[in-house]
């Protein structure tokens, strides 16, 4: 998966997050990630990004992780976010840069998900965001569930 293919993705079936300036940076085996800049159309009153701005580029970073499992996998998969928490440290300004490496929750949740056809699986994946001098700004947990379809 290319960032330039989640764009257009994110243009026709998430145009919130893209109008917001919400943006894939990197996707490898490895890690994700997202990217959002402060800017007039996603800020809060207090002058930083709103926090569901935040939330959508970090549940970013881990969604096209489980996109991209899914679509290496042979078998077809429902994925759905069922819970979420979050941490706030810094005032989100500037660029904030959402990576998520939880690669291995992700390989075991879809190895304990094809282990019958019936199966389904549930794991959390984290999105840390950092500003551009790296000091940590946020901590997102995302909740996946995914089921085999028949």
């Known amino acids: 998966m290319k960032p330039s293919a989640i764009h257009l993705f994110m243009l026709k079936n998430l145009p919130a997050a893209y109008f ?7 996707i490898s085996n490895d890690r994700a990630i997202a990217r959002v800049r402060h800017k007039w159309i996603n800020q809060n009153p207090f002058k930083s990004i ?18 991209q499992a899914i679509r290496n ?7 759905l976010v069922v819970e979420n928490r979050s941490e706030f440290h810094k005032k989100a300004v500037g660029k904030i840069y959402f990576t998520c490496v939880d690669t291995d929750k992700l390989s075991e949740g879809m190895k304990e998900c094809t282990s019958s056809p019936d199966a389904s699986s549930s794991f959390w994946m984290r999105s840390i965001g950092r ?12 909740k996946w569930s995914i089921k085999q379809k028949s």
Do not use: D, P
């Not at 917001?20 to 990197?26: D, F, K, N, P």
């Not at 569901?52 to 969604?63: F, I, N, Q, R, Y």
């Open 131 to 142: 500003n551009e001098q790296n000091e940590e700004v946020t901590t997102f947990y995302f």
């Open 20 to 26: 917001a300036g919400v943006r894939v940076q990197e």
């Open 73 to 79: 996998s042979s078998h077809k998969f429902s994925m």
């Open 50 to 67: 709103y926090f569901a701005v935040l939330a959508m580029a970090a549940e970013l970073s881990t969604g096209v992780l489980v996109m």
